[in-house]
């Protein structure tokens, strides 16, 4: 994946997180929301080097 980027002009990473069926049934609202904040905030440092380079 690394060399892609590095040999390709135009590329994609895909980050994401997989959170099973069953446990998302199981949450209440504030537990998804409060997944989606925290992955928010992880990956916000990604969107912030992307910006830097535009």
């Known amino acids: 994946m690394l060399q892609r980027?590095?040999?390709v002009?135009?590329?994609?990473?895909?980050?994401?997180?997989?959170i099973h069926r069953d446990k998302?049934?199981?949450m209440s609202g504030e537990d998804l929301?409060?997944?989606f904040h925290d992955?928010?905030?992880k990956l916000l440092p990604l969107?912030?080097?992307?910006?830097?380079?535009?």
């Open 24 to 26: 998302i049934i199981s």
């Open 5 to 7: 980027l590095q040999t």
């Open 33 to 35: 929301i409060s997944t």
């Open 47 to 54: 969107y912030k080097l992307k910006v830097a380079f535009v």
């Open 39 to 41: 992955v928010f905030v």
């Open 9 to 18: 002009k135009k590329a994609e990473i895909l980050c994401s997180i997989q």
